[in-house]
């Protein structure tokens, strides 16, 4: 339990520094909306081209991924599911419900609890990759679709197709990925100074996220001062759709504890399950697919709702209250999937 508070122990600290500063004024009242906007447009996207760049995307292609992508898949797609059908929700906002209910929190915290439970982080960094190519371009896809749907302009097959196709050109996301996918299999190395500016820039983006994460934290109006990707008010788009309390009724704490539930417990049993009875991992692979598993919720989802306008109430409390969560369910993990069950 030591080992795993040191690791959550950042990121409350990062989160509880941008509260104080969010109450205090410090920054001023567009403090969220900038540093949303500086982490998803600069900080981020040098952050994933170091990543990927350096990395090899066949490496995820093992039986412990295909486990680990089963039980994401499956709860994502969930999640997906439960913002419609449950909380009226609309393609986008769904969107962000299926992320924050499968997508981990493989870097800043998947490292150091892999470091202290399992021994090592090689999992982790196949865990990113797959996040970061397969996970994130579907959902920002599926944002991308239903804020421009939204936005008036139009919703044939043509125009989805259109915005599909110019989406890596118009989303710094998933640019920054393809570059570096380009980069990698290619064999090509950056100039020293260059990849050591990117990794300066990258190492900007988690501590500025969970800041972020904070000042959103003191209860205005969600998505209020936010510019969305394409220059709309962040308010503006998600009224169209979602009114501000429109789904007060049935949403809140209730869509926040099926998006928990679903990350903290569904995803790391299916993981459990495809791991274990029915592909036979070693023990030390299905405690590794298990804990990972298990991670809370990213900040990723609370930040793509933040820059496409949408409510990020529902993503930021999921962050929030999984992180919390999920300190009980790594210890569970760990315990019983453990040698000799320590």
Same mark, same amino acid.
């Given at each position: 339990?030591?080992? =795993? =508070? ?10 509880a ?8 004024? @410090?920054l001023?009242d ?5 540093? #949303?906007?500086f ?7 040098a ?17 412990? +991924? ?11 797609g ?7 059908r ?11 419900? #299926? ?10 915290? #998947? ?11 090689s ?6 990759l797959?996040?970061? /190519? @397969?996970?994130?371009?579907?959902v920002?896809? =599926? ?10 302009t139009?919703?044939?097959?043509? *125009?989805?197709?259109r915005?599909?196709?110019? +989406? ?11 570059? !570096? =996918?380009?980069?990698?299999?290619l064999?090509l ?10 990794? $300066?820039?990258?190492?900007?983006a ?7 994460l !904070? $000042?959103? /934290? ?17 308010? #503006?788009?998600a ?28 995803q ?5 399950l495809?791991?274990g009875? /029915? ?5 030390? &692979? ?8 298990? $991670? ?9 709702? &933040?820059?496409?306008g949408?409510?990020?109430? *529902? ?28």
């Amino acid at each position: 339990m030591r080992a =795993l =508070l040191s690791a959550f122990t950042p990121i409350w600290m990062l989160t509880a520094i941008g509260y104080a500063v969010g109450r205090s004024g @410090l920054l001023g009242d567009r403090a969220e909306a900038v540093l #949303g906007r500086f982490v998803f447009h600069v900080a981020m996207p040098a952050a994933l081209f170091t990543m990927v760049s350096g990395a090899r995307p066949g490496s995820f292609a093992n039986s412990s +991924m295909v486990a680990f992508a089963v039980s994401t898949a499956l709860v994502c797609g969930l999640g997906f599911l439960a913002s419609g059908r449950l909380f009226g929700r609309g393609t986008a906002d769904r969107a962000v419900g #299926g992320m924050a209910s499968g997508y981990v929190n493989s870097a800043n915290l #998947g490292i150091p609890v892999a470091v202290q439970v399992l021994g090592d982080a090689s999992f982790v960094a196949q865990i990113i990759l797959f996040q970061v /190519l @397969l996970v994130s371009p579907v959902v920002l896809t =599926l944002l991308d679709t239903g804020t421009g749907a939204r936005a008036g302009t139009g919703s044939g097959k043509r *125009v989805v197709v259109r915005r599909m196709v110019t +989406m890596p050109v118009r989303n710094p996301v998933i640019m920054a990925s393809l570059l !570096g =996918l380009a980069v990698s299999a290619l064999g090509l190395r950056l100039p020293h100074a260059l990849a050591h500016s990117f990794d $300066l820039l990258g190492t900007a983006a988690v501590p500025t996220a969970l800041v972020t994460l !904070g $000042l959103s /934290l003191n209860g205005r109006p969600s998505g209020g001062t936010a510019a969305s990707l394409n220059g709309r008010p962040s308010g #503006g788009t998600a009224a169209k759709e979602a009114p501000p309390g429109a789904h007060a009724g049935r949403t809140g704490r209730a869509e926040v504890a099926v998006t928990v539930a679903l990350k903290t417990l569904l995803q790391p049993l299916v993981a459990y399950l495809v791991g274990g009875p /029915l592909l036979g991992l070693p023990e030390h &692979q299905l405690l590794a697919v298990v804990v990972c598993s298990a $991670l809370p919720t990213a900040q990723n989802a609370f930040l793509y709702a &933040q820059q496409y306008g949408l409510d990020t109430r *529902v993503a930021r409390d999921a962050v929030v209250s999984s992180t919390v969560v999920s300190m009980v369910t790594l210890s569970l993990a760990a315990w019983a999937l453990g040698p000799a069950g320590s």
